[in-house]
């Protein structure tokens, strides 16, 4: 946790500097034994060390009775040469009309913010090596800050960090193992709460190695053993995808944030190429379920859920969110049996008081765009130093520039404080990990500091606890009792899905009174698009002031906790995989229609539970995006029914109708056919464009078929015209995917894009407007396919290079990106909850990964290259390359059925009722499957 990253106090006393003595955007360079003047050396001699920061200077006296002076050159003249001759010294000076005094008497307090009515002098001459040389130094970079262009400051800036960091160099001598082999060096920021040092990474094939570009710590090289490592994190860090967080045994952890996301990818690829790196198996898909069944612990499980949306204890602006679960602070016994005694977690802090809660929704109703109900967040970085301030003093002081808040300000009583978050103006916080586990050091003053006196003349000390709480470390436990009590049990998932879950953010948003400032909600900001240093420095600080939204887990109802009942976790792929979307958040109230498969109630067993039979009821992905209650189970006695020659090249595309009376096919020259299934008859031709036809879409209720091609471009065919009425140039390389839902067109290209189209509602019209709604740009190569899901307003795609992406089609952002395989992905389905994804791959398996957390909950080996896929989210349907239609159940993860085709099914669909399957490919026909 956060005070575990705390130095002890003993290195507190051996040091005094450290970084947290600086401005946010500051760096450390490096530092020079000095002996200080004041005043032309009229004042005795101090000796100590002038430590060179990219913003200023800071004079560390060897006598801790002394202060620390910081200088900035913003406030600073331009630095001289300095000499006494009648006492031969020789050094540089800085004069400034203000300074800062910290640490005097070595104790932890408000800075000292010295002003002048005329320059000051501060007077450095160094013990060893020549002034003139560190003179030069500082002149650099006082210059860069007197500089009229912010971007001639950072270029300058920027200058002398690369020239620094290239004078630093990794010592071989370091290597714990002669035997070790340097697998690639990198430079990265270790961030720790409120500070970021960069230095040099190396990878060896036994370790990590972090080289500070500075003496900052008194170990010049920290070491990392790879098999101590248990997981490695992905994380946004300042809103962009650039951080990684290793997590070892015990509670150490290697936080690192890169330059660029392709350097931390080209960084994990090689980490996770060695051989010592032995990362635990993430129990993932059985988590939810276990948690459910009681055997992980409410804690245990918010503290994953926060793990997997990105929240760690080395970033503040992203720290650990918990619940308040107590409301009764007066009473002098703690109550778990009445509800009275917990607060409504279905609703937000915001929203715990209705007369509040009113005046925030007029607020809202008068508000122009972009609305909130919540101005200030739940979590930020000055909430977690709020209540951590006794324990962590100097994490405050560098958030709030040197000073402690006002005393009525700070975290006096428990009760007041709940008061204040249910009651007050502007206020909403919830709790931080640290309020339900053992450490009680952030809830006693211990080193004695001074933080005022309140209005009233009560000087604040210890937090004031509860009658029913005689100590810190019994107010503690109660904490943690109620968290994992029954009532707190069957209502915690209510709070999940505000904090981590549908209800985030959108229309539930809305109507659970859940909305807060754009900003700190995931992809409405771009770091990378912000160039003025001023600007996102600027930025920066907004983030740290206004906190961030966790990243969406869920985008349904979390399930509720069996309360009382026992049951073990499920083997094989998660059960949330294969259950129906779930409408109500009571376990009481979900109606799952497999009831009748087992004697087993509802509330007897896990809500997400699925039988063994689960296909006898399911609800489809299909490839039209059509989601109805299907019957597919008896696909395992499918048959050939009928093969037919229906084209002169070969068949690139087949899809049905939807009664599956009707087939539309397009092959390879470009050539486009619809044939009656029932009388085996062609019903029209026709050509598009002169390319591959890959991707075919009819249009309901309308004689306009869409088509996608090899050449770049989407048509738009009239069948009672026999001609193409609409050509749109839509990619700048070739067509791959093409999903039709609703109003909507999505194209998939090889230019690695997928664009977003506004179809009208009179698709007759001979010119249809190719109205872009929005191009989604994140993969980094050619898109190989998609698939949508309306409901959950949902979009995947997969590249060929294994990447897969999952889209927010409300605001057309990425919220996820997945690492699924190594080789191309052929085909992308969702499952019907929109919790996972099965994909298809060119080297025969068939994977489910869970789009939450990104962990692989079953992959099954199809023999053979994967050529063309269908699924209901428990049958797989696949062609491969040896010519066989294969079917998967993922439950038992067999193959229950296999079927020899003429020739491979290089494309295949299946009807929306699941009883005909179509297959085609280069014997240039198709193939009627059915049962």
């Known amino acids: 946790a956060f005070l575990n990253t705390i130095p002890d106090l003993q290195r507190a006393r051996d040091q005094r500097f450290n970084l947290l003595l600086l401005d946010h955007n500051d760096q450390y360079f490096e530092d020079y034994a000095v002996i200080y003047y004041n005043d032309d050396a009229a004042t005795k001699p101090v000796e100590g060390r002038l430590r060179v920061c990219a913003n200023c200077c800071v004079f560390d006296p060897r006598d801790f009775s002394q202060p620390l002076i910081k200088i900035s050159?913003?406030?600073?003249?331009?630095p001289s040469r300095w000499a006494n001759e009648r006492q031969g010294v020789k050094g540089f000076a800085l004069q400034s009309t203000e300074h800062v005094l910290a640490k005097q008497d070595n104790r932890v307090a408000p800075w000292q913010f010295i002003k002048h009515g005329t320059n000051t002098?501060?007077?450095?001459?160094?013990?060893?090596?020549?002034?003139?040389?560190?003179?030069?130094?500082?002149?650099?970079?006082?210059?860069?800050?007197?500089?009229?262009?912010?971007?001639?400051?950072?270029?300058?800036?920027?200058?002398?960090?690369?020239?620094?960091?290239?004078?630093?160099?990794?010592?071989?001598?370091?290597l714990q193992d002669l035997s070790e082999q340097i697998v690639q060096e990198t430079v990265a920021d270790r961030i720790l709460p409120l500070t970021r040092n960069a230095g040099r990474v190396v990878l060896t094939s036994a370790r990590i190695y972090f080289q500070p570009f500075n003496n900052v710590d008194p170990e010049p090289v920290f070491k990392f053993n790879l098999t101590e490592v248990t997981r490695v994190v992905r994380r946004r860090f300042l809103l962009q995808d650039i951080g990684l967080e290793l997590l070892m045994s015990g509670t150490n952890s290697l936080y690192l944030s890169f330059e660029s996301k392709d350097i931390r990818e080209a960084f994990l690829h090689n980490l996770t190429g060695q051989p010592e790196l032995r990362l635990h198996a993430n129990d993932q898909r059985n988590m939810m379920v276990a948690w459910q069944n009681g055997t992980v612990s409410n804690f245990d499980y918010l503290m994953y859920l926060n793990s997997l949306a990105d929240r760690s204890f080395n970033d503040l602006a992203q720290y650990p969110v918990f619940p308040w679960v107590i409301a009764d602070y007066k009473s002098s016994e703690l109550d778990l049996s009445c509800p009275d005694t917990f607060r409504d977690l279905s609703k937000p802090m915001g929203a715990q008081n209705t007369e509040r809660l009113a005046e925030y929704r007029q607020r809202y109703k008068e508000m122009p765009e972009p609305k909130f109900l919540y101005g200030t967040h739940y979590s930020t970085p000055g909430y977690v130093l709020f209540y951590t301030i006794r324990a962590a003093p100097e994490y405050s002081l560098n958030l709030q520039n040197g000073k402690f808040d006002r005393a009525d300000r700070l975290f006096r009583t428990v009760e007041d404080t709940y008061w204040n978050a249910t009651h007050g103006v502007g206020d909403v916080k919830e709790l931080i990990p640290e309020f339900y586990m053992e450490d009680a050091s952030f809830l006693r003053n211990g080193a004695a500091l001074d933080l005022g006196v309140t209005q009233r003349g009560d000087r604040v000390d210890h937090v004031q606890l509860p009658n029913w709480a005689s100590s810190p470390e019994?107010?503690?436990?109660?904490?943690r009792e109620a968290l994992e009590s029954d009532f707190v049990s069957a209502r915690l998932h209510q709070w999940i899905d505000l904090i981590f879950g549908y209800k985030q953010r959108g229309p539930e948003a809305r109507k659970a009174d859940n909305v807060f400032y754009y900003m700190t909600y995931e992809g409405e900001v771009s770091m990378d698009e912000i160039t003025d240093p001023a600007e996102r420095q600027a930025m920066e600080v907004q983030i740290m002031e206004f906190g961030q939204t966790p990243k969406l887990l869920f985008s349904l109802p979390h399930p509720q906790r069996t309360i009382g009942g026992a049951g073990a976790p499920l083997p094989g792929i998660s059960p949330s995989l294969l259950r129906r979307e779930i409408k109500s958040s009571s376990l009481r109230d979900i109606k799952v229609e497999l009831d009748e498969l087992d004697n087993d109630t509802p509330s007897e067993r896990d809500s997400t539970e699925a039988s063994k039979n689960v296909a006898e009821n399911v609800a489809v992905s299909s490839s039209d995006a059509s989601h109805i209650a299907i019957n597919w189970s008896g696909m395992v006695g499918m048959q050939h029914v009928s093969t037919m020659r229906i084209h002169r090249d070969v068949v690139t595309a087949v899809t049905l109708s939807p009664d599956g009376h009707?087939?539309?096919?397009?092959?390879?020259?470009?050539?486009?056919?619809?044939?009656?299934?029932?009388?085996?008859?062609?019903?029209h031709s026709g050509t598009v464009g002169n390319s591959t036809i890959s991707a075919i879409a009819p249009v309901p209720n309308t004689e306009i078929v869409i088509l996608a091609s090899w050449d770049n471009c989407v048509y738009f065919y009239s069948l009672s015209q026999s001609r193409v009425v609409t050509t749109w140039p839509a990619h700048h390389d070739s067509i791959n995917a093409l999903k039709h839902v609703g109003n909507r067109l999505y194209t998939a290209s090889w230019d690695s894009t997928i664009k977003v189209w506004d179809l009208p509602e009179d698709l007759a019209e001979s010119n249809i407007p190719d109205n872009v709604v929005a191009v989604l740009q994140d993969h980094e190569g050619e898109v190989a396919c998609l698939d949508v899901n309306q409901d959950a307003n949902r979009c995947i795609s997969a590249g060929v290079d294994g990447i897969v992406l999952i889209w927010d089609l409300s605001t057309y952002t990425l919220i996820r990106h997945l690492d699924v395989h190594i080789e191309p992905i052929r085909a992308i389905y969702f499952t019907p909850d929109c919790q996972c994804c099965v994909a298809g791959t060119a080297d025969g398996l068939i994977k489910v990964v869970s789009l939450s957390s990104a962990e692989e909950q079953c992959s099954i080996g199809a023999g053979d290259e994967i050529l063309s896929m269908a699924t209901d989210g428990n049958l797989v349907l696949c062609g491969v390359e040896s010519g066989h239609l294969k079917l998967f159940n993922l439950s038992s993860k067999e193959e229950v059925l296999t079927l020899k085709c003429r020739d491979p099914a290089e494309c295949l669909c299946v009807s929306l009722d699941g009883h005909q399957v179509v297959t085609a490919g280069a014997d240039r026909s198709y193939t009627l499957w059915s049962w």
């Open 73 to 78: 050159y913003r406030n600073a003249t331009k």
């Open 121 to 174: 002098k501060f007077i450095f001459c160094l013990k060893f090596g020549d002034s003139l040389d560190v003179l030069a130094q500082v002149a650099r970079l006082h210059d860069a800050w007197q500089r009229d262009s912010r971007f001639e400051t950072k270029a300058i800036l920027d200058q002398v960090r690369q020239e620094h960091q290239a004078k630093v160099l990794f010592n071989a001598g370091w």
């Open 474 to 479: 019994e107010f503690l436990q109660k904490n």
């Open 662 to 683: 009707t087939l539309y096919s397009g092959s390879q020259e470009g050539c486009f056919r619809v044939h009656s299934l029932r009388d085996q008859q062609q019903l």
